[in-house]
């Protein structure tokens, strides 16, 4: 009897271990998935609507970025132009933008404009645009987007005209809705790379993190050049 209860308890210890050891690997293995998953990019392609610079350049700068971000249009209006002149136009680095949606519903709005200034080969124009609009008459004064509506389909509407895109044209895109999809998948992806705010600045794969200035941006360039 006791002979069967030892050999009784010897197998049950033994399932037990078998099992944690199972379950290690399970696990390990499930970890090794979700990291391949979640590792960001680390060089961008010009051949893409929303790059620009030389495809041969060293450094890849690419900007994870809501129309909606105050940071991200202090970003846009006062430190990309001095990158984009010391370094973009002079061949260093070439540039990507990767809109995301997430702050209020002028952001999917704005986000979707993008795709319907793509159509017409006008993005930077809208870009730009966008950017300068809501720094000059919202964010440099420190309004909330969060609690101030800054951007509308109508307002969207205006600003591309002024940027010089057809008006009709890009009316009917974005007033049927076909874009949103686009706006959403490429915030469904920024979040699987673990972005969930912006703006999110990768140089050659290496996050730029805290407050963001010019110094800081062309120290991690100089770094990759």
């Given at each position: 009897m006791y002979s069967y209860i030892k050999e009784r308890a010897t197998f049950i210890v033994v399932a037990i271990v078998l099992l944690i050891g199972?379950?290690?690997i399970v696990g390990q293995s499930s970890g090794s998935t979700k990291s391949e998953a979640t590792v960001l990019p680390t060089t961008v392609s010009t051949s893409q609507p929303m790059t620009r610079g030389n495809n041969d350049a060293k450094v890849s700068l690419i900007q994870y970025s809501d129309f909606l971000c105050p940071s991200c249009s202090y970003?846009?209006?006062?430190?990309?132009?001095t990158i984009e002149t010391d370094y973009i136009q002079?061949?260093?680095?070439?540039?990507?933008?990767?809109?995301?949606?997430?702050i209020a519903q002028g952001s999917t709005t704005a986000g979707e404009g993008a795709y319907c200034a793509i159509d017409q080969n006008k993005f930077w124009d809208y870009h730009d645009a966008i950017y300068n609009y809501v720094w000059a008459t919202a964010f440099s004064k420190g309004v909330d987007p969060k609690s101030t509506t800054i951007l509308t389909t109508p307002i969207i509407e205006s600003i591309s005209a002024q940027a010089g895109l057809d008006t009709t044209a890009f009316t009917n895109c974005l007033e049927s809705g076909d874009k949103k999809s686009a706006i959403a998948q490429a915030t469904n992806t920024a979040n699987s790379y673990g972005i969930t705010s912006t703006p999110y600045l990768l140089v050659n794969g290496h996050k730029i993190g805290g407050n963001l200035s010019l110094e800081t941006v062309k120290a991690l360039i100089d770094s990759q050049l």
């Open positions: 199972f379950m290690v970003l846009t209006t006062q430190i990309m132009p002079t061949g260093k680095v070439k540039f990507e933008f990767r809109p995301m949606a997430f």
